[in-house]
């Protein structure tokens, strides 16, 4: 059993709060992915869990125990860093034991656990070479068997690919997540590449300077947003934020302005906004309509600023009456250019709609 339960978990330095109160519970054998912005405090409750940085108030339990007084190398935890410090007068096969050593396992211990993690890992053919005559990919396959070979409940990854290239990051992607498979422990992965965060987790936390904003499974994230900040952190590229004031709502539809003279109607259950209330409406740029039934629906103009044309699909990025930016993501045929008039529509079932305050009021989700 190795379930992670956080309670009002806080983290100051000196006066400065840093993590201020999370409540998290990650469950036996999850794959938890902390996701938030740059400073947000995903390394300091990472480090947390490991012990690395003791706790100002509030509670973490491993398996259920109360950590408090648990030096890190009881926890049964294992971190593997960004940064991969692997010592480099040693081999591959010292590297990876080289823990277990100064813990005093067996050697016969010690090799039998070193070779499960290189096959695991692939390593067998690079256990003699030291760590200088190794790839990025191949250092940082090194320093996870290093993390293997102690055998924990919980891994703690800290944005462990963000050093390799892209073709390198989707090939360890896919390692750690066989990895996962075959060990189910319990592991906490942070990183900021939204396909990572996407395709690893169960469960994503987006983590906003010290709170949580939201957990969830990333196609719930996706699709039910609670915030602003949520829908404009989860998705590449970003949702799109468009200003609307409610000019009617009754039986359950709300009509809403958009910038020019367009209209559009959204069915809406439960409390109605009044008319005359400013919103914000979000759609994904996948979701805003162009072509034939845009330009019939008359609901909005886009002027092109820039159209990129990927092939498998066109991106534009255009400016709409009120000056707000708007990004589309056409099929790989579009072929409108920089300066021309897109007519948009934005498909009710896909519209979400935010308050004053950011919060979701309105989730449009196609998957329902
Ligand atoms: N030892 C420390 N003393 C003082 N402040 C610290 C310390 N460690 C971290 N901080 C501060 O805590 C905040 C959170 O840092 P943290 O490293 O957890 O962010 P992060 O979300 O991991 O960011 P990144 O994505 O850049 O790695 C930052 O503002 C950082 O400056
Ligand atoms: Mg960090």
Redesign the pocket.
């Known amino acids: 059993m190795a379930t992670v339960t956080l309670r009002n978990a806080r983290k100051s ?2 006066s ?1 709060n ?1 993590i201020k109160g999370v409540d998290l519970d990650i469950a036996d054998g999850e794959f938890c992915v902390f996701v ?10 990472l480090r947390m869990i490991a012990g690395l940085e003791d706790i100002t108030s509030g509670s973490l339990q491993i398996g259920g125990r109360e950590m408090a007084d648990v030096e890190p190398a009881d926890r049964g935890v294992a971190m593997v860093f960004q940064s991969y410090a692997l010592y480099p007068h040693m081999t591959v096969r010292e590297n990876v034991g080289f823990g277990l050593k100064m813990t005093g396992h067996s050697k016969a211990d010690i090799e039998k656990r070193t070779e499960r993690a290189a096959s695991m890992l692939q390593l067998g053919p690079l256990m003699d070479r030291k760590p200088s005559q190794l790839s990025g990919g191949q250092r940082q396959r090194v320093a996870i068997g290093r993390a293997i070979v102690r055998e924990p409940d919980v891994f703690l990854f ?2 462990p690919l963000s050093n390799l290239d892209a073709a390198l990051r989707v090939q360890m992607r896919i390692e750690i997540g066989k990895l996962h498979n075959d060990l189910k422990s319990t592991m906490i992965y ?1 990183t ?1 590449d939204q396909v990572e965060a996407m395709t690893m987790a169960d469960k994503i936390v987006v ?1 906003h300077g ?1 709170i949580i904003e939201q957990v969830g499974s990333p196609l719930e994230l996706y699709h039910r947003p609670r915030n602003m900040f949520v829908a404009g952190f989860i998705g590449s590229p970003k949702m799109n934020f468009i200003p609307v004031t409610v000019q009617a709502a009754r039986d359950g539809n709300v009509m809403l302005s958009l910038p020019g003279d367009g209209r559009m109607t959204i069915p809406m259950k439960g409390d109605l906004p009044a008319a005359g209330t400013r919103l914000t409406l979000g759609c994904r740029p996948e979701h805003v309509a162009i072509g034939k039934e845009a330009a019939a629906s008359g609901a909005l103009q886009g002027t092109i600023r820039v159209a990129e044309y990927l092939g498998s699909e066109t991106m534009f990025y255009a400016s709409l009456a009120d000056g707000t930016e708007i990004a589309v993501k056409g099929d790989g045929l579009a072929a409108q250019k920089s300066g021309d008039i897109l007519p948009l529509s934005l498909p009710a079932a896909a519209c979400h709609l935010f308050d004053a305050q950011s919060n979701a009021i309105l989730n449009g989700d196609l998957t329902r």
């Open positions: 330095f000196g400065v840093i938030g912005p740059s400073g947000c405090g995903k390394s300091t409750l800290d944005e942070v900021h983590l010290g």
